[in-house]
């Protein structure tokens, strides 16, 4: 169990887009924003630098090619791609073409997803986990995945009664599609989780809230469930406990702000609700085999040399 510091630090991290802030192309103030990616200002070159979002985010890249920087992750790409970012991940762009697309993003309450109804986003796992979030595609997926944007985007700038509606539609069809695309390439069958499930549940809680809560009868008390029927539930369906994916995300934030962050690493333990610096050395150092301030000098490292 984490020992949590009772009093919050103010500190400085990385850099936060939140969904506010996005003026440009076509949006409705709290549901979504669609625009050409190709024609969106930029004027901070904030994409070439680590940043993040407190929305969804998906792009349709009909050309380019270049590099993305996700987490502590290289990915590259060329021709036609579909990029997806969930709320809170880190990335950055290197473009050697530049890309030309669209683009569009929505808060978490477009699809209603909240802990008790998971609802669509439930359903599509691919938009919560940390591998990489790109998808090539080519000949007629390609085309049929740019359809769909272009016809998002012609919605998009009609102000008609019902837009919204149709905007929901439209990004509901992309969303789904991309799903069915990244199974068709998956090796072994996943099963479709449940909407209701309680292990869906329980990571759009965890999303929520981390890091102010870290304790696993938080959760269970969020969840009204009792906690070894919470853990049970996440042995059954992921493998692994409450408490392990709790630590799992600990340990993917402190690596997040390390290596992006200009924070000490006392700062960090007290930002992740560490009672004090040393406690927070034990807890990286056990699972990464190394203390906090020699994994920062590695991967920053490694970074420059890339």
Same mark, same amino acid.
């Given at each position: 169990?984490?020992k949590?510091l009772k009093?919050s630090?103010?500190?400085?991290?990385?850099?936060e887009?939140?969904?506010?802030?996005?003026?440009?192309?076509?949006?409705?103030?709290?549901?979504?924003?669609?625009?050409?990616y190709?024609? $969106?200002?930029d004027?901070?070159?904030?994409?070439?630098q680590p940043?993040r979002h407190? *929305?969804f985010q998906?792009?349709w890249l009909d050309?380019?090619?270049g590099?993305?920087?996700?987490?502590?992750s290289?990915?590259?790409f060329?021709?036609?791609?579909?990029a *997806? *970012?969930?709320?809170?991940?880190?990335?950055?762009?290197?473009h050697?073409?530049e890309?030309?697309?669209? #683009?569009?993003?929505?808060p978490?309450s477009?699809f209603n997803?909240?802990?008790d109804?998971?609802?669509?986003?439930g359903?599509?796992?691919?938009?919560n986990?940390?591998?990489c979030?790109l998808?090539a =595609?080519?000949g007629?997926d390609a085309n049929? #995945?740019a359809?769909h944007f272009?016809q998002?985007?012609?919605?998009?700038?009609r102000?008609?009664?019902?837009?919204d509606?149709i905007?929901?539609?439209?990004?509901?069809i992309i =969303?789904?599609?991309?799903r069915?695309?990244l199974?068709?390439?998956?090796?072994?069958?996943r099963?479709?989780? $449940?909407?209701?499930s309680l292990?869906q549940?329980?990571r759009?809680?965890?999303d929520?809230?981390f890091?102010?809560?870290?304790?696993? $009868?938080?959760?269970?008390k969020l969840l009204q469930v $009792?906690?070894?029927?919470l853990?049970e539930? =996440?042995?059954?369906?992921t493998?692994?406990?409450?408490?392990?994916?709790?630590?799992?995300?600990?340990l993917?934030?402190?690596?997040? =702000?390390?290596?992006?962050?200009?924070m000490?690493?006392?700062?960090?333990?007290?930002?992740l609700?560490f009672?004090?610096?040393?406690?927070f050395?034990? *807890?990286?150092?056990?699972?990464?085999?190394m203390?906090p301030g020699?994994?920062?000098?590695?991967?920053?490292a490694?970074?420059?040399?890339a």
């Amino acid at each position: 169990m984490v020992k949590l510091l009772k009093p919050s630090v103010p500190t400085s991290a990385v850099t936060e887009l939140p969904f506010n802030g996005y003026r440009q192309g076509y949006h409705s103030p709290g549901a979504f924003h669609v625009f050409r990616y190709h024609e $969106s200002l930029d004027p901070r070159q904030v994409r070439t630098q680590p940043h993040r979002h407190d *929305f969804f985010q998906i792009l349709w890249l009909d050309e380019g090619r270049g590099t993305l920087r996700c987490d502590l992750s290289v990915h590259e790409f060329s021709g036609p791609t579909l990029a *997806f *970012f969930s709320p809170g991940r880190l990335h950055s762009w290197n473009h050697e073409i530049e890309p030309r697309g669209v #683009m569009f993003g929505f808060p978490p309450s477009f699809f209603n997803t909240d802990t008790d109804t998971p609802g669509l986003i439930g359903r599509l796992p691919y938009l919560n986990e940390n591998g990489c979030p790109l998808l090539a =595609l080519a000949g007629a997926d390609a085309n049929d #995945m740019a359809r769909h944007f272009a016809q998002l985007l012609t919605e998009a700038a009609r102000e008609l009664p019902g837009r919204d509606d149709i905007v929901h539609a439209y990004i509901t069809i992309i =969303l789904c599609k991309t799903r069915q695309h990244l199974l068709t390439r998956e090796t072994v069958a996943r099963a479709e989780p $449940s909407v209701s499930s309680l292990p869906q549940r329980f990571r759009i809680a965890l999303d929520k809230n981390f890091p102010r809560l870290q304790k696993v $009868s938080d959760y269970a008390k969020l969840l009204q469930v $009792s906690r070894s029927h919470l853990n049970e539930e =996440l042995r059954i369906h992921t493998g692994r406990s409450a408490s392990d994916h709790i630590h799992e995300r600990l340990l993917l934030e402190a690596r997040r =702000l390390l290596v992006y962050s200009p924070m000490t690493v006392a700062q960090i333990a007290y930002e992740l609700q560490f009672q004090d610096p040393s406690y927070f050395g034990r *807890f990286f150092r056990l699972r990464m085999n190394m203390s906090p301030g020699c994994f920062r000098a590695q991967e920053q490292a490694r970074i420059a040399q890339a």
